[in-house]
């Protein structure tokens, strides 16, 4: 129904910087959350960034990554992005975008940022 591909991902030094973008195609229809998650190996998943949409926007960053970590859209291209800035390794990690619509979840096939000098 929905397909997702996320770009943007290679390998960077700490300190560097890499914008990830999300293309959303197929059958859209209005979303609640749209979001940015990360992997390493060996470890859970976790969120990001997200936009929670309602009656009003809101968002979420983890604290990993608030104040380096930007999440926005446009909706008329139907692409997210996070702008990532001041990347550490830690940050290393398949990242993978989400998109809940019609209480169905949708990810993409994910990106690997590597942070390493």
């Known amino acids: 129904q929905v397909q997702l591909v996320e770009s943007g991902g290679g390998l960077v030094q700490p300190g560097g910087s890499l914008r990830l973008s999300c293309l959303a195609s197929?059958?859209?229809?209005?979303?609640?959350?749209m979001g940015w998650y990360r992997q390493a190996p060996g470890k859970q998943r976790e969120l990001v960034a997200a936009?929670?949409?309602?009656?009003?926007?809101?968002?979420h960053y983890a604290d990993s990554v608030k104040g380096r970590f930007t999440i926005s859209r446009d909706n008329t291209k139907n692409m997210m992005y996070l702008q990532m800035d001041s990347l550490k390794p830690e940050d290393t990690a398949v990242y993978y975008c989400?998109?809940?619509?019609?209480?169905?979840?949708?990810w993409g096939q994910g990106t690997q940022v590597t942070v390493s000098s």
């Open positions: 936009f929670f949409i309602g009656a009003a926007t809101t968002y």
């Open positions: 989400m998109r809940r619509q019609r209480g169905q979840d949708y």
């Open positions: 197929g059958i859209i229809f209005s979303t609640t959350v």
